[in-house]
């Protein structure tokens, strides 16, 4: 079973800063990765698939990249709204589906 | 606008059951792969179960095998899990959510949750 490892726990950053938020995973999942946003009581929502493609909606100041095992998503210039836990997610054989542990990002 | 509308959560004794439904809007609901992914109090998401569009395909987290089933009814465009000797770490939000398409790995759209709590 694959096993996804974000880092870091928590990220401590101020509006306007650059946050970089890591997703690694056991084994090659190819670009079979995406990112989800969830603040608290909402479901979570799609940011990213495909490693870098930025689903519907989704403001430009999010981007992914990464392959293979080591994935990045950036947020260049965080606003207000983007304080929340991002969680990675790929594809594997079984269980068919395997969700990292979350980061949190916080206001400093 | 696609809606995914869950309810059926409550408080539920240890080794007792529950259903619950999500109701779809906004799509063919019958030409998608639907899901259901937990989030206990606190923690991380889980894959619990997923069913083809046609209901003839279903598979389960093993943790889940034997006690829940996935189900669906396209003509009143609705997905279920029927939840059974239900435990403690059956606690959780239940969300429902949809497939973009046939091999997707990842949800474009998710309900806002329904709340199972198990406890005595």
């Known amino acids: 079973e694959i096993v996804l490892t974000q880092s870091p726990g928590t990220l401590s950053l101020s509006p306007g800063e650059r946050a970089t938020l890591s997703c690694r995973a056991s084994?090659?999942?190819?670009?079979?990765l995406a990112w989800y946003q969830q603040k608290p009581g909402q479901a979570p929502r799609l940011l990213i698939y495909d490693a870098s493609n930025r689903a519907t909606g989704i403001p430009a100041r999010f981007s992914g990249s990464g392959s293979g095992t080591d994935f990045t998503l950036t947020i260049s210039s965080l606003e207000p709204e983007d304080f929340a836990v991002y969680y990675c997610?790929?594809?594997?054989?079984?269980?068919?589906?395997?969700f990292g542990q979350g980061t949190r990002l916080d206001i400093k | 606008e696609v809606r995914l509308v869950e309810s059926g959560g409550d408080l539920v004794q240890p080794g007792g059951s529950l259903r619950l439904s999500c109701a779809a809007s906004?799509?063919?609901?019958?030409?998608?792969?639907m899901t259901w992914v937990r989030q206990a109090p606190g923690k991380g998401l889980e894959w619990v179960a997923n069913i083809k569009p046609d209901g003839n395909e279903k598979y389960h987290v093993d943790s889940v095998r034997g006690r829940f089933a996935i189900s669906r009814d396209n003509a009143k465009n609705s997905l279920y899990l029927q939840m059974e000797s239900l435990r403690a770490d059956d606690t959780a939000v239940y969300f429902c959510?949809?497939?973009?398409?046939?091999?997707?790995?990842?949800?474009?759209?998710w309900g806002q949750g329904t709340l199972v709590s198990v406890s005595s």
């Open positions: 959510v949809r497939e973009p398409h046939a091999g997707a790995y990842y949800f474009d759209y």
């Open positions: 997610q790929c594809r594997d054989i079984w269980p068919p589906i395997i």
């Open positions: 084994q090659s999942v190819s670009s079979y």
């Open positions: 906004g799509f063919t609901f019958s030409d998608y792969w």
